[in-house]
């Protein structure tokens, strides 16, 4: 993977890291962004945004704000001199950098994402490649980490079948994701039974229950790190949702590497929807555009494919006409992008038999393919 296969989307707009739920300290001073001063809020942006290799801007003023604030009163600091002396000190950028809260997130969305997620999952399982390790850098408060729990334990898959990690460099954005302690409006409001199943209600929000909790291991660092889990196996499935389309360009070329490093070579990479998919021949797309799941490929693993696709193939044909019928026209509406009307029709030719699932999701596969990477 090279810094020219994912790169920032050229229309993609800035996302933005809102402050929510930051507690203040009882005895330190309450301080709107008109008492702190524009000035010194856009002196802090750009240290920070230096620091963590994101465009100036991308941080929204309540976070740096509400970030700054803590840090002062932390560190006996008076506010106005933070941008002096972060400029020059490293203890007080980890300071302000430690404050500084997530964007929120809704659970399981984008919906596309989740689901090539889980279907990759359930395939590799299906094949017995053992237990899946999935890991989703910037993981912020948690949210998508504990929505790939969730999504996979609602498909079936018990829980010792993978594991889920989160990097991410804030450490308020790190203790809030353990708590697992999220607003209704975040989990959605309209998932009432949803909500009732796997989340207890406490005074400050819905907490997720212990037991998913524990599916899921926090680490408080920089995901561009060339160190970033070093001497780990590398995961099955990479999330990365939206720090690339926020990232300058050598932090972009450093988060790029940390893919890399951290993929399997038949892994399947997540990104979000302002960040260009990867070019090149290493990738190839999985499920609809919005999802923006990319299956990266070796000469190994695209030879087993071919192998994969003439046996699945060759089972259809052992199943009879009507069925094989079925999956054609359900092939040719996946080529006019009606996902809806395959998935109909491929529901049907399952229903009439259930041992053809595994060879008609590979040929689903092979036709979501981008043309001119079909031969």
Not at 200 to 220: I, M, N, T, W, Y
Not at 221 to 238: G, I, N
Request: glycine share 8%.
């Amino acid at each position: 993977m090279s810094s020219d296969q994912i790169s920032k989307s050229p229309t993609a707009q800035r996302p933005a890291a809102a402050a929510v739920g930051h507690p203040t300290p009882s005895h330190a001073p309450a301080t709107g962004a008109s008492q702190v001063g524009g000035a010194i809020v856009e002196r802090l942006d750009a240290i920070l945004c230096r620091v963590l290799g994101w465009q100036n801007g991308a941080l929204d003023p309540a976070a740096v704000i509400a970030a700054a604030r803590t840090a002062a009163f932390e560190l006996d600091l008076p506010l106005e001199e933070l941008p002096v002396r972060a400029s020059v000190s490293e203890p007080v950028r980890r300071a302000l950098i430690a404050h500084l809260q997530p964007r929120p997130r809704r659970f399981l969305q984008p919906a596309a994402s989740f689901q090539a997620i889980v279907g990759f999952v359930a395939d590799r399982l299906r094949h017995d490649r053992g237990p899946q390790r999935i890991l989703v850098l910037g993981c912020g408060a948690g949210e998508e980490a504990y929505s790939v729990v969730l999504a996979l334990v609602e498909k079936g898959i018990d829980a010792e079948w993978f594991s889920v990690e989160g990097v991410d460099p804030r450490e308020t954005a790190i203790r809030r994701a353990r708590t697992g302690v999220y607003p209704a409006w975040s989990i959605g409001e309209e998932r009432t039974a949803w909500r009732e199943h796997y989340f207890l209600k406490r005074p400050d929000g819905e907490q997720l229950l212990g037991s998913l909790r524990l599916r899921v291991r926090f680490h408080v660092a920089d995901p561009r790190s060339p160190e970033l889990m070093r001497d780990d196996p590398p995961h099955d499935v990479v999330i990365c949702r939206g720090l690339l389309a926020m990232a300058e360009q050598p932090a972009r070329r450093s988060l790029i590497g940390a893919i890399a490093r951290r993929l399997a070579p038949d892994g399947l990479l997540v990104l979000g929807s302002n960040d260009r998919g990867p070019s090149g021949g290493q990738f190839r797309r999985l499920g609809p555009d919005e999802a923006q799941a990319f299956v990266r490929e070796t000469g190994q693993s695209a030879g087993r494919t071919r192998d994969d696709l003439a046996d699945s193939k060759a089972a259809i044909d052992a199943c009879g006409a009507e069925l094989r019928q079925l999956v054609v026209r359900g092939l040719m509406r996946l080529q006019q992008s009606d996902h809806a009307g395959a998935d109909a029709l491929f529901r049907k030719a399952i229903t009439m038999d259930p041992s053809s699932r595994s060879a008609i999701e590979m040929l689903a596969r092979e036709a979501t393919r981008p043309q001119q990477r079909r031969s």
